[in-house]
């Protein structure tokens, strides 16, 4: 997930060796597999994930053949890590209502993932906040015009929480001046003195330049 590439974690006792594997869409793991069957004592699994066992020592013999297809079939854009997202949610439209609505589709899981949401052009009130080494705390609301905003009318703030995104924010330069579109789930803080719904950011990219 984190660099988008096939990958393969294999552990040696002695003579014997054994693995699992993880794919992106773009690689079809069972077929790259099949393709070096005889490598294996045995195998199986399907498109994204399979497990298999082989001697330790042909495992060389394994990396040189699927980095050859990998490399004969993969492109430059198959690499780029996607997220598949159910809907744009502006700020102003999460209610509780909403939020219990999504509970009541639980558990979630493999054949029933949670609801990933999108919203564009928040705006940071304080610069990013990094939590325990790893995370990130955000402050957001939606960038509104001055003109669409009255006496009656306020941007609502949320607490957004990037889970180890830290290392990429401070790699990105992200700042209070930056505008993100942010994907999301949402989440209740139980905290009985600041709790309430809050934002768990899956990812964001700035925003792109408003048309004029």
Known sequence: DRYSRPVLVISRDGAQAQGSARSIDAFHMLEALESCATLFTRFGGHKHAAGFALPSD???ELRAHLDARARSCLSAEDLQPTLIYDAELPLDQISSALYSDLCRMEPFGMGNPEPV?????????VPPRIVKDKHVKL?????TP???TTARSFPRVFDA?????AERITQDAISDRDTLDLAFTLVENCHPDFGGLELSVCDYVRSAAAAV
């Open 58 to 60: 042909r495992i060389a």
């Open 117 to 125: 949401f999108i919203a564009r052009r928040l705006r940071m009130l």
């Open 139 to 143: 402050r957001v609301r939606q960038a």
């Open 161 to 165: 929480l990037g889970w180890r995104l």
């Open 146 to 148: 001055p003109s669409a």
